[in-house]
Nanobody, 122 residues
Framework: QVQLVESGGGLVQAGGSLRLSCAASGRTFSNYAMGWARQAPGKEREFVAAISWNGGSRYYADSVEGRFTISRDNAKNTAYLQMNSLKPEDTAVYYC???????????????WGQGTQVTVSS
């Protein structure tokens, strides 16, 4: 069974930075695209970033492009989300997810972590 565990969340002031990590179990991490999504209380889940199996392609939502960077280290079975210039509106629980294919285009994300809380104060 695929297991994803997020870490790195916390409380940060506006303008600050955080780096989230997503540790994946199993031996096939490198075969699949990975993504990050977030959800604030009472709001719909928002997909914010994705990365292809080898890091060759990346996607960012307009709301985070230019501020967030998704990356991965396949040798460590870990995906990352570097978040810079954080805004209060970035406050949410952040989840990592594994796609069902190497490309994020047209992929389904069938495995999700439990999430890590990111709170950005004014």
């Amino acid at each position: 069974q695929v297991q994803l565990v997020e870490s790195g969340g916390g409380l940060v002031q506006a303008g600050g930075s955080l780096r989230l990590s997503c540790a994946a179990s199993g031996r096939t991490f490198s075969n699949y695209a990975m993504g990050w999504a977030r959800q604030a209380p009472g709001k719909e889940r928002e997909f914010v970033a994705a990365i292809s199996w080898n890091g060759g392609s990346r996607y960012y939502a307009d709301s985070v492009e230019g501020r967030f960077t998704i990356s991965r280290d396949n040798a460590k079975n870990t995906a990352y989300l570097q978040m810079n210039s954080l805004k209060p509106e970035d406050t949410a629980v952040y989840y990592c997810a594994r796609a069902d294919r190497g490309s994020y285009y047209g992929a389904r994300y069938d495995y999700w972590g439990q999430g890590t809380q990111v709170t950005v104060s004014s």
